[in-house]
T-cell receptor, first 115, second 111 residues
Framework: GAGVSQSPSNKVTEKGKDVELRCDPI?????LYWYRQSLGQGLEFLIY????????KSGLPSDRFSAERTGGSVSTLTIQRTQQEDSAVYLC?????????????FGPGTRLTVL | GENVEQHPSTLSVQEGDSAVIKCTYS??????FPWYKQELGKGPQLIID?????GEKKDQRIAVTLNKTAKHFSLHITETQPEDSAVYFC??????????FGTGTRLKVLA
């Protein structure tokens, strides 16, 4: 596709349920990133993929958060046993190769609301 | 750890006036500084970027300046228009890929 796409655009769930968020990066981009944006806040780095590997998971807030990437393309961010503090916009970005000066292109985000 | 401070958090200007947003970074090894614009309900979109070997870059009504000695960089928008209203984020890139974002500036252009 022309840009990074994410689904769903909105997700409302009950506390304790698991959710999966999907990201389709720009075709040919080997690097993929997940960020979290809480209301009125900046972007918090969660995880970085280079191909199917995740060399940096340092931003994942707890072991309830996990992510995978298959075929060097689509990525899924999974949050288990959701908590109200997980409510935020989850943004995915991709870049060509993950280099220092590579531009990251963002998707529209998934707004997660945990009731 | 690495940190980027961004000011102001909110900025209101009259249409046609200029707007300036400033960022300060902590990691002297940073050498790439993108600026993103985020409209309501959308993801951040790159509007301009600058690399450390350049002191200034301009693209129509927007410009970015970089002072590596002081570790400051700024976004300048001239002749502001209502469609410039959005949240703007600066970032500094440390290491091989990690973007460190500022906390954002909500710009309101008053018609």
């Amino acid at each position: 596709g022309a840009g990074v796409s994410q689904s769903p655009s909105n997700k409302v769930t009950e506390k304790g349920k698991d959710v999966e968020l999907r990201c389709d990066p720009i075709s040919g981009h080997t690097a993929l990133y997940w960020y979290r944006q809480s209301l009125g806040q900046g972007l918090e780095f969660l995880i970085y993929f280079q191909g199917n590997s995740a060399p940096d998971k340092s931003g994942l807030p707890s072991d309830r958060f996990s992510a995978e990437r298959t075929g060097g393309s689509v990525s899924t961010l999974t949050i288990q046993r959701t908590q109200q503090e997980d409510s935020a916009v989850y943004l995915c970005a991709s870049s060509l190769a993950g280099g220092r000066t590579d531009t990251q292109y963002f998707g529209p985000g998934t707004r997660l609301t945990v009731l | 750890g690495e940190n980027v401070e961004q000011h102001p958090s909110t900025l209101s200007v009259q249409e046609g006036d200029s707007a300036v947003i400033k960022c300060t970074y902590s990691d002297s090894a940073s050498n790439y500084f993108p600026w993103y614009k985020q409209e309501l309900g959308k993801g951040p979109q790159l509007i301009i970027d600058i690399r450390s070997n350049v002191g200034e870059k301009k693209d129509q009504r927007i410009a970015v300046t970089l002072n590596k000695t002081a570790k400051h960089f700024s976004l300048h928008i001239t002749e502001t228009q209502p469609e410039d209203s959005a949240v703007y984020f600066c970032a500094a890139v440390s290491g091989t890929y990690k973007y460190i974002f500022g906390t954002g500036t909500r710009l309101k252009v008053l018609a």
